[in-house]
C-alpha cells in the first residue's frame, strides 16, 4: 500500500534527466516547447533564449526560467537544442548548435523540403521515423503540412490519387498559427466573429513543402491549398478532396492499415474536430466518399493542434527518437 | 432650413404602408424577417405567427408586436405574407396565405428546385429578377445556394466552367444557420475554440436545390459540398474551386460584367471575409487564379450573412419586387 | 402612391449638409464617429485626418473617403470639428479648430471635469443638455464616467444617496475600450476565454472626471471603480451597488422620472445586458433592492455600447445640440 | 539509466486502484470529475451513471466507459462514490451509498451549509481540512462559494472585516456553470459578444451557503452577491470590496500568512486572470487597498476554474482526505 502514495517525483530522483535548450522560447510555439521540456520525464530546460525579453523570466512546468540572449546560451552543454526562430533566422544557430554538438531540431522552415537548404530529414514523424532516428538534425514540418500529409499519405503510398488529379486542401487555422507578435489584424476586435481566407491562388509559403514531399513519393498530383483564419486560438482542421483512380471500397483502410499502431493517430469515421485534438500530440483523420459524381472522390478531413502536433509536439517526438528515448515520452496524447 | 430638422417619420405620414404577414416568426430567419418589414418605409407587420410563443411579444422596429398562432393569423389582411415555418410544414401555409389573396415568399425548401413540389420560380434575385416580378409566389433560395450560386453564375453563364469537371465547395456557417431550438451541441461552451464539417461526403439537403439550377443552366459539373460550424453568430463564407476550360486573363471580369449593377453584389480583388457582409444584404465575391497547376482553376470566395442575404433579406428582396417597390427597400446595403 | 416609391435620398436633396471634420479617425471611436457623420441626414464629413493613414482611404457611409494629416485638414471650411485625438494631443487641435471658427466635440480626456484644463461644459448630454446647447466646445465624457454616471444622477439629484457612503462599480468592458493600437495582450488568443480586472484599488484615470461631477452635484460618497476586460469586442456593462439613506418602495422611480421622455435613456425591469446596447446611442438602466441587509442597499445595472452612447454617439448627440439640430438625427436608437 | 525508458504504467502495475464510482456524470462537473478519477493514480472509475444516457459511453482517461442507470449502480463495490446528481436529487443517493458502505462526496447543495439537511462536514478544504480527513460524508461547496469564502477567509480570520461591514461580491462566471441541458440563453448565438448580470438583488441560491459559513465564523459583514454570465466556456473571477476595521500596511499578509503551504492556494501581486486558472484545481488571489476613499477598504480578486476547484477538483481533494491518500493526488495544479 506504501506505494500508493509516492508522488511521480519520488521516482524521478532516479531519472537522469537530459538537458534540452530552446531558442526562440518566447512565441507561440516556442512557450510550448519549454512546457513540454519542462514537464518530460527524461528531460531538463537547460537553457531558453528570448532575444527580445532577456532576463524577464516565465514558469514552465511549474518553475521559473530566466530567458537569455541566444549569444548566451551554453549550447554545447545541451544534448538537443530546438530552435523556433524564425524563418531565415534559424539556419545559422542550427549550425552553432550542432558545431557545439548538439542535436537539433529545427522548428523553422530554413532547413525543409523546399527550400533551397534542404539537406536534413524532414521531421514528419510517423513518415520519416527511421532517417530521423538516425539523424543529428531534423527540420520539424510546418503545422499545415503536417495536417495535409499525414492525411494524404495512405492514399499516396497506396498508389490510390488519380494520375494527373487535382488536390485540392481548405485548411483553418487558430490565430496563433499566426504568431505572438502584435499586428492590427490578430485584435481580439479584428478577428471575434470573422472568418476569412488568405493566400488564396495557391500562394501560401507552405505549398513548396507540400509540393516537395508529394514529388519525392512519386505523386503528380496537383494541389490546391487555400488557408482560413479561425476565430479560435488553436487548432487546425483540413478538409481535403481526392480524386482517386477507382472507387475504394471500406474507405477508411487505408489509413487504418498505414497507421496501424501508431500511438499519435487516430482514426475514426466520426468527424474530427478541433476539440478532439487541442493540447494533445495526435492528428485525428476521418475519410468518406463523395456521393452522386461521376469521377470517384475521397473527402478526407484531418485535425491537429497547430502548436502541438503541427509543431512543439511533433519536435519534441522527432527528439525523442533522436535521443533514443521512447517516442511517446512527454507527450499528451 | 426648417426641412432639416424634420424627422424621417414626417414623410412617413404621407406613405401608404403595405400590411406585411410573418408565419414562423420566433426563429432567428422569422425574426430578422420582422424586423425588416417592421423598418421598411413601405410596409408594416400585420401579424407575425409563433405558435411556441403565442401571446409573447417581441420589439421589432422598436415597437412591441405580439406573436399569434398561425391559425389565427388574418392572411388574407395581408398583401404579402413570408412564410418562414419548418420545411415540410410550410407548404400548406404557402397554399393558404396564396388562397386568402396574399403574395407569397417561401423562405423554407418545400418549393425550391429539387423538392418534387417544386413550381414556383425560384428567388435568386439576380439570377431570376424577371420571373420573380411576374410571380405570386416564390422560393427563397437557401443560404448556402445563395452563396453558392451567386458566386457561380457568372462561369457558367459564359461557358467558362470546364467540361466534366468537379466544383469543389468549401463553405463554413455561422450558428445561427443551425437555427434557434436549443441544441446541446449548439451551446457556446461546446461551438467556442472549436470549428468541424457536417455532412461531409455531399450528404447535405441543400445540395439538390445547387443541382437543380445547375442543371437547368446546362451546366453538366459535379459538385462537392463541404460544409463547416464556426464559432460566430453569423455569416456564410464559401471557398470554391472551379476547374475552367482555359485560362482567363481578367479573373473578375466575369463577375464585374455579370453583375454590373447590380445594388447587392460587391465584387472585389480583396479577399472577402464575414466582418465585411454580417447584418447587410449582400454577397461579397473575389476571385483568383491557382498558381503552380496544370488544369487551369479559377478559386472563388463569396461571403454572406446567412440570415439577410441569405435568408430574410433576400426574402425581401423578393417582396420588394412581388409587390412592385423598389428592390431595394427596406434593405441594409 | 408615387410618394411610396421615392427613396430616402430624394428629400435629402432639400437638405443642407453641414460640413463636419473628424481628427483622428483611424482609431475605433474615430471610425465610429466618421461613420456617424457619413450617415448622418445634415451633415457630411468634410476631413478625417489619421497622421499614420494619410492618403490611405476607407468607407464611411458606403463612399470612399481619403485620410488627410490633421495639419491639412481645412478646419475652418467644417461647422463643428470632432476631435478623436490621443489624450494630452487633443486640446491644441480643438484650440486651433476653434479658433478657426468651427464648433467643436472633443472626445479626448483633455478637458473633462478632473482634468487641469476643464473650462468647457462636460458633454453628458442628459445631465448638461442645456449648457452643451450654449457652448462652442465641449468635453465629451468618456465611456466609463457616462454610463456611470447616467445610472448614479437620479439617485444623487433625489438624495437618496446615503450621507459617507461608499459606492462600488465594477465596470466590464469590451476590448475596443482599449484602443486600435496593436498590443499582445489584446490579440484575439490571449484575450479569447478571458476575463480579468485591471486599474484595481481605484488606480484608473476615469476616476478623477466621476468624482469631479459627483463633487459638483454635493455628492460626498466615496467610490470604489473597478473595471475589467471582456472577451467581447464591444459594450460596458457597470454593476453598482449604492448604500443609500432610506428604503426605496418603488425602486425604478427615480430613473423613470429622472429620464421621463429622454430618446437614449431605456429604463426597464429586465436586468440590460451587452446585446441589448451594442450598436446603439442608449444606456439600459434597471436597478433592485439588495434583498437581506441591513443597510439599505440598490443595485443598478447599467449597459452602453462603449463606441456609441459612450464616444461616438455622444458626441454626435452634443454636435447636434451645438449646431441647433434635432438632438436625435443620425443616431440608432 | 534503464529507469528512464519505464513509463509511467510500469509503475502503475505495483499500485492499488481504488474503486471510485461517479452518480450523474453526464454534466461538465461530473464528466470532470469521471475524467480525474479515471486519471488518478490511486483510483479507477468503478461506475460512472447517467439515467438520461444509459447505455452511451464516453473516453475518460482514455478509456471507452458505458453509463449506467443510477438503480443499476454497485454502491457498495465503491470506496467511494461521488454525486454530481442534480440539487434535490442527490441527497437520498448519498446516503443510499454511504449506507452500501462507501464514502460519500456530494457536489450537489442538498446537505450544505444554509440548506435544511446540512449536517455533514463543508468540504472548502483548506478550511476544513481536518473535518474532511475524519468524515464519511461530506458536502462539495458550491463554485461561487468556494472561490468567494477562499477569499474571504483571511480576512474574517483575523477580525479584519469591519463591523457591521457590507462586503460586495461581483462574480463572473463561464457558461459551464449554468449546466449542459440545452437552454436557448445558453446558445453560442446567444451568448457570445454578451455579457450580464443575473440573480441582482442577492436572490442567488448559493447566498445562503456564503451567509452560513460567515456567520459560523462570528463574521457579523453583509454579503452582497451579483454573479454575472461571461462569453466563456469555464472559470469564475470574483471581485470583492471589504471595508476593513483599520488600513492594512501590507496587504497581502494575511493571505500568506493564512494559506502558507497550500498546495492549490496562489497568493500574488499580480492580478488574477481566468486564463491562469483553468483547468487547474488551484484558487489565485491578490489584494489590493482601495486609494482616495475614507473607509478603509481592502479590494480582492479570486479566479478558479468552475468546473475545477470549483467543482470536480475539489471534489477529488476532498475524496483524497477522506480515502488517507496525499491531499494533491491526480489533481492538476
Not at 129 to 149: K, Q, S
Not at 198 to 204: E, K, L, P, Q, V
Not at 230 to 248: D, H, K, S
Request: hydrophobic residues 50%.
Amino acid at each position: 500500500m506504501a506505494i500508493d502514495r509516492a508522488p511521480p517525483q519520488f521516482y524521478a530522483l532516479f531519472v537522469h534527466k537530459l538537458a534540452i535548450g530552446v531558442l526562440g522560447a518566447s512565441g507561440y510555439a516556442g512557450r510550448e516547447l519549454c512546457e513540454l521540456v519542462a514537464r518530460h520525464p527524461s528531460a531538463r530546460l537547460a537553457f531558453a533564449s528570448a532575444n527580445e525579453r532577456v532576463g524577464a523570466s516565465a514558469r514552465f512546468g511549474g518553475t521559473e526560467h530566466t530567458f537569455v540572449a541566444a549569444e548566451d546560451a551554453r549550447l554545447g552543454d545541451a544534448a538537443l537544442v530546438f530552435s523556433a526562430l524564425p524563418h531565415g533566422a534559424s539556419a545559422q544557430w542550427v549550425s552553432a548548435a550542432h558545431a557545439a554538438g548538439a542535436k537539433v531540431v529545427d522548428l523553422s522552415a530554413d532547413l525543409r523540403p523546399g527550400s533551397s537548404a534542404a539537406c536534413v530529414p524532414y521531421g514528419l514523424t510517423e513518415h520519416a521515423r527511421e532517417l530521423v532516428r538516425d539523424a543529428e538534425i531534423v527540420a520539424n514540418p510546418g503545422c499545415y503540412p503536417t495536417v495535409t500529409l499525414l492525411a494524404l499519405l495512405p492514399l499516396i503510398a497506396r498508389g490510390l490519387v488519380a494520375p494527373g488529379a487535382t488536390i485540392t486542401v481548405n485548411a483553418a487555422s487558430g490565430v496563433t498559427g499566426a504568431g505572438f507578435s502584435p499586428r492590427r489584424e490578430l485584435m481580439f476586435a479584428e478577428v471575434a466573429e470573422d472568418f476569412r481566407p488568405y493566400a488564396i491562388g495557391n500562394t501560401h509559403r507552405h505549398l513548396a513543402e507540400m509540393r516537395a514531399v508529394l514529388a519525392e513519393l512519386g505523386c503528380d498530383a496537383d494541389l490546391i491549398f487555400t488557408p482560413h483564419l479561425l476565430p479560435v486560438a488553436r487548432g487546425i482542421l483540413a478538409t481535403i478532396t481526392v480524386p482517386v483512380a477507382e472507387p475504394i471500397e471500406d474507405v477508411l483502410a487505408p489509413w487504418r492499415e498505414h497507421y496501424a499502431g501508431e500511438p499519435f493517430i487516430e482514426v475514426s469515421a466520426e468527424i474530427p474536430a478541433l476539440r478532439d485534438v487541442v493540447h494533445r500530440n495526435v492528428v485525428r483523420i476521418t475519410a468518406t466518399v463523395a456521393a452522386g459524381v461521376r469521377t470517384p472522390t475521397i473527402i478526407v478531413v484531418a485535425a491537429i493542434d497547430n502548436l502541438v502536433k503541427g509543431a512543439a509536439g511533433q519536435a519534441v517526438q522527432n527528439a525523442n527518437l533522436l535521443l533514443g528515448l521512447d517516442e511517446t515520452m512527454g507527450l499528451p496524447a
